[in-house]
């Protein structure tokens, strides 16, 4: 069944399925953050008296500039989300896979193939 032995060695199913997991959770923790300044610019939309800025560039008003920048972390958020949701479906199925028993022994004979030293041959 298994002959080549360059093949590449499988990955296991349950460690690809707790990287999604993890991706999922990074998601989060960056929707998270986001959350947290989109919050902070609105406090400075609040107080427009409290705002400048620079004179590089054309003139803009400091409290629409920082309403572009809550609009657009609000994109980034949605957008987030769509990747969110996409990695939750993938998450569903991915964890049903696993390796069949040949695969699996296949899998180790190769990792063991590999960390053998090769063998020197003298004449």
Not at 7 to 33: F, H, M
Request: proline content about 7%.
């Amino acid at each position: 069944m298994f002959k080549n032995r360059r093949e590449p060695v499988l990955p296991i199913p349950s460690g690809l399925y707790d990287e999604i997991g993890q991706l999922g959770d990074r998601v989060r923790a960056l929707r998270e953050d986001i959350a947290r300044i989109r919050g902070q610019y609105a406090l400075l939309v609040q107080s427009p008296k409290s705002l400048r800025v620079d004179e590089l560039g054309a003139p803009s008003d400091p409290r629409d500039a920082a309403i572009l920048v809550h609009q657009g972390l609000r994109v980034v958020d949605r957008d987030l989300d769509t990747v969110a949701k996409g990695i939750d479906w993938a998450h569903g199925p991915a964890s049903r896979i696993s390796l069949t028993d040949a695969a699996a022994e296949h899998r180790e004979q190769q990792l063991t193939e590999q960390q053998r030293p090769p063998i020197e041959r003298t004449r």
